[in-house]
C-alpha cells in the first residue's frame, strides 16, 4: 500500500506518510524534535501543533484537546526521550480514559536531537507494558511494514489507544514548521472554533 | 485551624462556574479539599487528578487549543514542577491560570516546606507569571477572580497564592 522501505526499521517518516494521509479532520500534537518535523514534512497545515518545547507535554496537550473536542480525533506523535519525559501522564490520561485519544511513540531508542545518546528503551524499557500496566486496554507495537495498516485501523477506530512504532536512528531532512508559538496555537483554534477563536471570553 | 466553617472554597467553585471552567486539574492540597469535592460533584467540570503539576500546565495548553477554559490547583511545593513546562503559556500565548495553596510560609512546621514555599512567588514570576496573593479570607475570591480574568483576557500564565496564614499550619499532632 505505502513504500515503508525494505529495512529490518521503520523509516520514520514515511511512516508519518502513512498514519496522516487521508487523515479526516484528525488534529495532531507532535512532541519536540524529530517528531515535529516528521509532522511538517508530510505537510505543514492548522491541525498540526508541532512543539518546539514543553518536553514531557506532549501528550498532556493531547488529553486537554481530547476533553475540549471529544469529536474530534487527536493524535499524539512524539519520540521515546519525550514520552520517557512524561511516563506519569500515561497513568494520568489511562485513568480519564479519553475515547477519541491515540498516541504514538516514534521509538528510535535515542535522544536524536543532542547527539544520539541512547534512552532508556534501548536498554529495555518497555513503553507498550508501562501504558498497558497504566490501564491502557489498546496498545500495539509496530516492528514490521505489515504491522502498518493494523496500526492506521486502530488510530482511527474509537478508544483510546497507545503505540510504539520501533524506528530507524538515521537523522532525517530537517523541515521545520512555524516557530512562533501563538500562530501555531491561534491557527488550530481558528480551525477548530472558526471566527469566534479570537474573541473566546 | 480548620476551615469548615469557611464560606471561600464554595464561593470559589461559583466562581469556576462563572467564568465556565471545564477542565479541573489537580495535585491535592487538604485546603483545597472541599473545593476539589464540589468540582468533582459536578458533570459538567472535568476534574483531572495528575502524577505531577507540569502535566496540568501542558493540559490547559491542550483544553486552549480546543476552545475549553482550564485551571490547575495546586499546592506551593508542585509549583516548582512546572517550571519548564510554563514555557508553553509564553511561547504560545495560552491562558493559565493558578491557584496555589502555600505551604512554607506563615507558621510552617515542616522544614522541607520551607524552601519551596519560599520561593514559590519568585519562580512563578520569573517564569512570567502574575502572582496575587491572598492573606486574608476575604481577598481570596477577588483575588481569584483577577487571576482568571487577567489569564483569559490577556493570555499568560497567573496565579492567586493562598497564604498559610489563612489555611492554617499543618502541626503533625505538636499541638
Known sequence: MTSLGQSVRLDRRELCRSILQNRDDMLVIAGLGASAWDITAVGDCSENFPLWGGMGGAAMIGLGLAIAQPQRKILVITGDGEMLMGLGSLATIATKHPPNLAIIVLDNEHYGETGMQETATKHGVDLVAIARGAGFKRTQLVQHTSDVDALNREIRSDGLFFAVAKIEASPQKLVLPPRDGAILQSRMRASILGSSAHKQI | ?175
Open chain 2, 1 to 175: 485551624m480548620e476551615n469548615n466553617f469557611s464560606l471561600w472554597p464554595d464561593e470559589l467553585y461559583s466562581l469556576l462556574k462563572v467564568h465556565n471552567i471545564s477542565q479541573v486539574s489537580v495535585v491535592p492540597d487538604a485546603g483545597l479539599s472541599r473545593l476539589i469535592t464540589r468540582c468533582i460533584d459536578d458533570n459538567d467540570i472535568h476534574v483531572i487528578t495528575l502524577t505531577t503539576e507540569e502535566e496540568g500546565i501542558a493540559l490547559m495548553a491542550g483544553a486552549w487549543l480546543g476552545g475549553d477554559k482550564s485551571v490547575l490547583l495546586m499546592q506551593s511545593s508542585g509549583v516548582g514542577n512546572c517550571i519548564n513546562m510554563l514555557s508553553l503559556a509564553t511561547n504560545h500565548r495560552t491562558p493559565m491560570p493558578m491557584i496555589v495553596t502555600m505551604r512554607g510560609d506563615y507558621g510552617e512546621f515542616n522544614p522541607a516546606q520551607i524552601p519551596m514555599g519560599q520561593a514559590t512567588q519568585t519562580v512563578l514570576e520569573a517564569m512570567g507569571t502574575i502572582v496575587n496573593r491572598a492573606d486574608r479570607p476575604e481577598d481570596i475570591v477577588p483575588s481569584v477572580d483577577s487571576t482568571l480574568r487577567l489569564a483569559f483576557n490577556t493570555f499568560r500564565p497567573t496565579a492567586t497564592l493562598i497564604g498559610q496564614r489563612i489555611l492554617g499550619a499543618k502541626t503533625f499532632g505538636s499541638d
